[in-house]
């Protein structure tokens, strides 16, 4: 069972710094009502017209009562048309991919991003394929080191320290590690981070207002895919990633209040037996 939830985590593991159940029922209460049959030309109990009344023949328009607009007669709209269907479009626009100079600086760009990180710390939300939510809090201090706290009521934390990857529950007071070199943290908290040479660029797109990078691990010992979509508003600037597994199952996780340059001693990424409170 440990095992299991540990390779879950792993597979779901927020990788890029910067980074229920379904709807209510109501209880069923309804009574059974017995039905009534009219006959042409009859009443029903409120003293309202026959059924057949309300049935006109085919290519007859029914008119209310107070002279309204015959059923089935369209009347004008107020809204500009115009304008919704260019709202419409505008929120449909497919990203554009990129190719060749333009994919190559783009990956530039990106690799740049990540080895301009030194000291990081922010926010995140993470929502795993049953749309179960979890936030936290998260820290990086390159090269190597990571660390989430996952907030109450998630007992989890992961850290890493530059060789092993930890990832802490303190409701089952276990503690599992693994070398940092297996898992997706190694591209992006190398020494010199570099993409195109440790990862298989999938695809590069133009995201309305950033850019997004789709990645693979070259060596095809992590199945599976991973996307991140940056704003660039003007600088880049890590806003969430998707993990996708072997099975098509997806992780979203959103990151927020980012601030750079705040700095963490080096034991604070140290995995510990003591389980100490959310920070």
Not at 89 to 109: M, R
Not at 112 to 123: D, E, H, M, V
Not at 159 to 172: F, K, N, W
Not at 177 to 199: C, E, H, M, Q
């Amino acid at each position: 069972m440990t095992s299991r939830r540990a390779a879950g985590f792993l597979i779901g593991l927020p990788i890029a710094f910067g980074l229920t159940m379904g709807p209510a029922f109501a209880e069923d209460g309804a009574t059974s009502v017995p039905k009534t049959v009219m006959t042409p030309g009859s009443k029903d109990q409120s003293g309202g017209p026959p059924e057949d009344a309300l049935r006109p023949s085919l290519g007859q328009d029914v008119v209310p009562a107070g002279g309204g607009a015959p059923v089935g007669e369209i009347t004008p709209s107020a809204i500009d048309e115009g304008a919704s269907w260019e709202a419409a479009v505008e929120a449909t626009k497919a990203p554009t991919p990129l190719i060749g100079a333009e994919q190559a600086e783009a990956v530039q760009k990106i690799n740049a991003y990540f080895n301009g990180i030194t000291n990081l710390q922010g926010r995140f939300e993470q929502t795993d394929p049953s749309n179960k939510r979890s936030t936290g809090r998260f820290y990086v201090l390159r090269p190597g080191k990571i660390r989430f706290d996952y907030a109450p009521p998630s007992a989890l934390r992961i850290v890493a320290d530059g060789y092993s990857l930890a990832i802490e529950d303190s409701d089952l007071k276990t503690v599992e590690k693994y070398p940092i070199k297996s898992t997706p943290f190694r591209l992006l908290l190398a020494d010199d981070v570099d993409l195109g040479r440790d990862a298989r660029i999938v695809g590069v797109e133009r995201e309305e207002g950033g850019l997004a990078i789709s990645l693979e691990d070259r060596g095809g010992d992590a199945a599976g895919r991973i996307k991140l979509s940056f704003g660039s508003n003007p600088d880049l600037e890590l806003k969430e990633w998707q993990i996708t597994d072997a099975q098509g199952l997806t992780t979203r996780v959103t990151v927020d209040d980012i601030v750079l340059g705040r700095k963490k001693a080096d034991d604070f990424f140290k995995s510990k037996d003591k389980f100490g409170p959310f920070q």
